[in-house]
């Protein structure tokens, strides 16, 4: 059996219909997303796996969700920091 992989969004702004795609055009496309370092995109794709491959999946999404907030509340703290030096500073 081959695998062709069919990637359907190229661009974060493309419109794509995800009821006509299989899982393993969803695996292609989060694959894609993964190499050019968009972690976010790509688990969206994941997130829309069915049967068993959400289940065998279902650790690197969870984990892929802790990033992504871990992230977030990084991001958050430093501009507060940032913000509380700016304000003590003057």
């Known amino acids: 059996m081959f695998v062709f992989d069919n990637i359907v969004a190229t661009s974060e702004n493309d419109v794509i219909d995800l009821s006509s795609m299989d899982n393993y055009a969803l695996l ?3 694959q894609y997303w993964m190499e050019r370092g968009n972690l976010n995109i790509a688990l969206r794709f994941m ?3 069915t049967g068993e491959p959400r289940r065998a999946a279902s ?3 969870n984990e892929a969700r802790l990033l992504l ?3 977030q509340s990084a991001h958050a ?3 507060y920091a940032s913000a509380t030096g700016l304000a003590h500073t003057f």
């Open 28 to 30: 292609a496309n989060a």
């Open 59 to 61: 650790d690197w999404i």
């Open 77 to 79: 703290l430093t501009a």
């Open 47 to 49: 997130c829309q796996l």
């Open 69 to 71: 907030e871990t992230r």
